[in-house]
């Protein structure tokens, strides 16, 4: 059987050597298989970050919950949004959002950026009805459950992400500003 290759593929193994290319091949065949789902219903994940600041913990989230579906809506809270539950940012709202739109340009996934306004994401997820919500295990389990029934209403679903308490913005935060240095839990 004759393996066909597309030309971005082509281009690809021309331009890097071989441990570059493979990697390279690997997350572009990776969107072969996204496209290869096109028979089949596309799904939309909305997940949500504050990303003050962004940390792996983010990143991790921001993958788990990209794996999940064909199209990420990511809210990124607002400042106000933000201080409904924790201190201020430190970096602005604009930086943060930014910060995730250079991520879908630097990922190439399908993904579109959005403001939440509030720290809840019922009034997003109420406007744009993804057909799965990724939430968090470090939110209250009540914010989870109203949320959920909202889900169900619109007739999506909810999955809790596991939370990577090594990586906590908050305790980031707190290292720096009592001078310590940050070491993550293993």
Same mark, same amino acid.
């Given at each position: 059987?004759e393996?066909?290759?597309?030309?971005?593929?082509?281009?690809?193994?021309?331009?890097?050597?071989?441990s570059?290319?493979?990697? /390279?091949?690997?997350?572009?065949?990776l969107?072969?298989? !996204?496209?290869?789902?096109?028979?089949?219903?596309? *799904?939309?994940?909305?997940?949500y970050?504050?990303?003050?600041?962004?940390?792996?913990?983010? /990143?991790?989230?921001?993958?788990?919950?990209?794996?999940?579906?064909?199209?990420?809506?990511?809210? $990124?809270?607002?400042?106000?949004?933000?201080?409904?539950?924790?201190?201020?940012?430190v970096?602005?709202?604009?930086? !943060?959002?930014?910060?995730?739109? /250079?991520?879908?340009? #630097?990922? %190439?996934?399908?993904?579109?950026?959005?403001?939440?306004?509030?720290?809840?994401?019922?009034?997003?997820? /109420?406007?744009?009805?993804?057909? #799965?919500?990724?939430?968090?295990?470090?939110?209250?389990?009540?914010?989870?459950?109203?949320?959920e029934? $909202?889900?169900?209403?619109? %007739?999506?679903? #909810?999955? $809790?992400?596991?939370?990577?308490? %090594?990586?906590?913005?908050?305790k980031?935060?707190?290292?720096i *500003?009592?001078?310590?240095?940050?070491?993550?839990?293993?």
């Amino acid at each position: 059987m004759e393996t066909i290759i597309c030309k971005k593929c082509q281009k690809i193994i021309e331009a890097y050597n071989s441990s570059q290319a493979e990697h /390279l091949m690997q997350q572009h065949m990776l969107k072969h298989k !996204r496209e290869e789902k096109n028979d089949k219903k596309k *799904r939309t994940v909305y997940c949500y970050v504050c990303a003050d600041p962004m940390n792996i913990g983010h /990143l991790l989230h921001l993958k788990n919950s990209w794996e999940m579906g064909d199209k990420l809506y990511i809210g $990124v809270l607002t400042n106000l949004a933000v201080c409904e539950k924790k201190v201020p940012p430190v970096f602005s709202f604009e930086e !943060r959002f930014k910060t995730m739109e /250079l991520f879908k340009i #630097i990922t %190439g996934w399908n993904i579109e950026v959005v403001a939440q306004d509030t720290y809840s994401p019922i009034p997003n997820i /109420l406007k744009l009805k993804p057909d #799965i919500l990724a939430e968090s295990t470090s939110h209250k389990p009540k914010d989870i459950k109203e949320a959920e029934k $909202v889900m169900k209403e619109i %007739g999506g679903m #909810i999955k $809790v992400l596991p939370y990577y308490d %090594g990586q906590s913005s908050s305790k980031i935060k707190e290292a720096i *500003r009592s001078n310590k240095q940050w070491t993550k839990k293993a």
